[in-house]
């Protein structure tokens, strides 16, 4: 397995036992890499052994499409590792964010972990009807695991379909508005938090996150977008977008390259809604099953309007620098959106 420290440090007891239960989430981590070790080394008719044995039995998973929501260890296993096992041989987690917090929407009485990366392998075998290319693939995907007395109890597991798509050859989409890469980690490349952090800190990114959210996340500050996102942003700011939207630099090619165009080509957004938003050290990030709902006007993604609103499944994970926000990693299930529309992307795609 990529990115685990060879030994993990203790960390001085400093505080309370209440004030330890809210900031000390070391046990977490530690199943969640002990996870991922067994996970990622399991032979292939031991993946589902494996699952089960970090997971509670109502264990509940949530991907995106064509997964969505799936019970039981046996059945992720069946449907979703296995495959994808099959299909990218020899896979490798490559992780760049790893941290845990306790979750605001339930009283900060839940701890989830939280992982972000790649997974790569040698695309050796069709995967959804996409054709294998023989070369080395990545998967971007970020999850949070919900942690029930020392066992997985939910997971919400998103991934860029398209990304993937994109890289053996195929254009689901028309031509993006921002940049298609396969994404870096973090600048400052401190983003795996294997050990305890200053709690102090987490409370800052969280609190730059909740004002974003409630500044610039519902469109209606009566700013120009620029000023609007200077708020919360820092001017050097990076958006690492979804394949079909891509990543974009700078406050002024983020306005032009992505929020503008989003914030035109919707009507009637809903309000926000979040399953977990946690944060940890600089880092933090939430997602909603969905997230809102919002009607296309038409033009987003060079697609037609309609009257029907759409969900939007997103993970968003966040970088702070001082009292702003730096770096966004985004998540966005836009195959599950466009289907809602009445367009199979993946179908159209490859033909099944």
């Keep these: 397995m990529q990115n685990r420290p060879t030994k993990r440090r203790q960390w001085p007891p400093q505080r309370t036992e209440k004030e330890n239960k809210l900031t000390n989430f070391q046990q977490e981590k530690n199943l969640i890499l002990d996870f991922y070790d067994k996970l990622d080394t399991a032979s292939f008719d031991s993946i589902p052994d494996a699952i089960r044995e970090y997971t509670t039995q109502d264990y509940l998973w949530q991907g995106f499409h064509p997964f ?11 449907r979703f590792w296995l495959p994808l096992r099959h299909s990218l041989t020899r896979l490798q987690r490559r992780m760049d964010i790893f941290m845990a917090g306790k979750n605001m929407f339930d009283g900060f009485e839940t701890t989830w972990v939280c992982s972000m990366g790649h997974l790569m392998g040698l695309f050796d075998a069709p995967w959804l009807g996409i054709a294998p290319t023989g070369k080395m693939i990545f998967l971007r995907y970020c999850e949070f695991h919900k942690i029930v007395d020392g066992k997985i ?14 890289q053996a050859g195929l254009n689901p989409f028309p031509p993006q508005t921002a940049a298609h890469l396969v994404q870096p980690g ?3 490349h401190d983003g795996l938090m294997f050990d305890k952090q200053d709690p102090d800190e987490g409370k800052k990114t969280l609190e730059a996150i909740n004002f974003m959210v409630s500044d610039l996340g519902q469109w209606q500050s009566g700013l120009p977008l620029e000023e609007e996102l200077a708020r919360s942003w820092h001017d050097d700011m990076i958006w690492w977008g979804p394949a079909g939207i891509g990543a974009t630099y700078t406050i002024e090619r983020y306005a032009k390259q992505h929020s503008g165009p989003f914030r035109a080509g ?3 957004r ?5 399953v977990c938003r946690m944060a940890e050290g ?4 939430f997602f909603g099953w969905p997230n809102f709902t919002a009607i296309p006007t038409g033009g987003f993604m060079g697609m037609p309007g309609s009257d ?5 499944r997103v993970i968003d994970i966040y970088r702070r620098d001082g009292d702003k926000l730096a770096e966004n990693w985004v998540f966005i299930d836009l195959l599950h959106f466009w ?9 159209r795609t490859t033909g099944t």
């Design 153 to 166: 109890a939910e997971t919400a597991m998103y991934f860029d379909i398209p990304h993937l798509m994109m």
């Design 308 to 312: 029907k609103p759409g969900e939007f």
């Design 270 to 274: 809903s309000g926000t809604g979040h």
């Design 186 to 188: 973090p600048t400052p």
């Design 266 to 268: 919707f009507r009637d």
């Design 282 to 285: 600089n880092y933090g990030g």
């Design 339 to 347: 289907k809602q529309q009445g367009v199979d992307i993946l179908a």
């Design 68 to 78: 969505d929501e799936i019970r039981g260890a046996g059945t992720v296993a069946e």
